[in-house]
């Protein structure tokens, strides 16, 4: 097999990787997107089709792992082609993190939704509009190799994590003061805990992209700061 044949496999390998990556990253984002919309507007159907769509997330994390594996096994990649096989796989461990707990979010609108006493669920909104904006920056960073991008959603993660201790914190208040809504009210203050923790998931993504970038691992460096 001729070195240019290999490199047009590789190639071509690369890419297909890529675009499974990016169809992932947008079921994802739907996924979280239903699943807000079915708490918001009380849409059991809608929080069910959130739980049966996320095992296309789940296949497709285990078959960007396994085309990873064969590319480093294959081809032997190095420098930017290494580091774009690793980002590829850590990226889609963390799609599918976020999908989970789109799916945790949809169960909780599901047991809202069947609640007999009604809750006021709009206080949620404002962490899921700050943390889909986190996401999708991230995953924009991941598309465009923007280092820049990805190194700065840190300070927006904070953001978000004074949000969610002000949510978290009104929420506890009302559990204290309730007397027959408390179900709903701890629905409510763990559904908040999924968007803090699909915030730092898409920060994991964003400082995988610098790392792709830059050649420099950033985490904790960023994490310490």
């Not at 097999?1 to 390998?13: A, K, L, R």
């Not at 420098?79 to 590829?88: G, P, S």
């Not at 609640?115 to 999708?136: D, F, H, R």
Request: charged letters at 25%.
């Amino acid at each position: 097999m001729s070195t240019q044949h290999i490199f047009q496999e590789m190639d071509h390998s690369m890419n297909t990787l890529e675009e499974k990556v990016q169809l992932m990253a947008t079921l994802t984002c739907q996924n979280i997107k239903h699943a807000m919309q079915a708490l918001l507007s009380q849409d059991i159907d809608l929080a069910r089709m959130v739980v049966g769509d996320d095992s296309e997330v789940d296949e497709l994390e285990m078959k960007i792992d396994q085309m990873g594996l064969d590319i480093l096994i294959r081809f032997h990649p190095m420098a930017t082609d290494l580091r774009a096989v690793i980002t590829a796989m850590k990226t889609a461990h963390n799609l599918e993190r976020i999908s989970d707990h789109a799916v945790n979010i949809a169960k909780r609108a599901k047991r809202i939704c069947k609640s007999q006493t009604p809750i006021e669920v709009i206080i949620i909104e404002p962490l899921y509009v700050m943390a889909e904006q986190i996401l999708n920056d991230a995953l924009r960073a991941y598309r465009d190799n923007d280092s820049e991008l990805g190194q700065g959603l840190h300070a927006c993660d904070k953001e978000l994590d004074a949000a969610y201790k002000q949510v978290s914190s009104s929420l506890s208040s009302s559990l204290e003061n309730s007397g027959t809504n408390t179900e709903n009210i701890l629905h409510l203050i763990l559904v908040a805990r999924s968007i803090e923790r699909i915030g730092d998931l898409a920060v994991n993504i964003g400082e995988d992209s610098y790392f792709l970038s830059k050649a420099r691992d950033i985490r904790h460096e960023q994490r310490k700061s």
